[in-house]
């Protein structure tokens, strides 16, 4: 595959979205051709499998929302990520498979290895890149709970969004050259300048 690609991964109310759009500009200053896009929902079935999977009225099994944000992310993947990829061009990611294993794995407590087992079953490529944005879940719950209408997970109750940062830290301690850490509870001019090093670091090498 020709073009790189990066995810961004975090807890609710981490600002991955407002990073976003500064690396879109840095990629855009480099003449770098790209899309953005995000998990779940972005395939050619997302709209359906999101609405599925967010909904309050769904009560489901841990088992049956992991199997769904599997489905969601194949068909992102065949519809979207890797066609994109193979013509050269970049995609940054909002979310993708380091979110199961934070949310399904940590937080509802499923089996990494059956995570692991999917994930390999079904060849999900590795990202170039991941930005995880870090801090703690207090300060970020602040943040979302501002929004207007809380989601199934954003609902979930203090532990199950810790565990989920905890899961996302120790894959970060695990693979510090994918996975590069923003310290999300600093300012947003420290978060910005912070995304631009990891950015222009991946840039150059
Ligand atoms: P979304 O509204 O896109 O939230 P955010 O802005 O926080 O990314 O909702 C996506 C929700 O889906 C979010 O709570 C995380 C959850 N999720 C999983 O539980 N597992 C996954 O594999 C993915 C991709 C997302």
């Known amino acids: 595959m020709k073009g790189k690609f990066i995810t961004l991964e975090g807890i609710e109310g981490s600002g991955k979205s407002t990073s976003l759009k500064d690396i879109a500009n840095i990629l855009d200053q480099k003449s770098i051709d790209y899309i953005v896009t995000k998990e779940p929902g972005s395939g050619s079935l997302g709209k359906d499998l999101r609405s599925l999977l967010l909904s309050n009225d769904n009560k489901i099994s841990g088992e049956v929302e992991l199997l769904l944000m ?30 199961t294993y934070a949310y399904q794995g940590g937080g509802r407590k499923m089996d990494f290895a059956l995570i692991d087992e999917l994930s390999t079953s079904l060849n999900l490529p590795t990202p170039d890149l991941t930005i995880l944005f870090d801090l703690p879940v207090e300060i970020a719950l602040e943040r979302a709970k501002r929004r207007a209408n809380l989601d199934r997970f954003e609902r979930e109750p203090l532990d199950f969004h810790n565990r989920i940062r905890n899961i996302y830290k120790s894959r970060a301690e695990e693979d510090p050259k994918r996975i590069k850490i923003v310290d999300s509870s600093l300012s947003f001019q420290e978060v910005k300048d912070q995304v631009e090093y990891i950015v222009s670091q991946f840039l150059n090498d």
Do not use: C, Q, T
């Open 70 to 99: 599997m489905a969601d992310r194949k068909n992102h993947l065949d519809s979207l990520v890797i066609p994109n990829l193979s013509n050269g061009n970049w995609v940054l990611s909002d979310r993708y498979l380091d979110s």
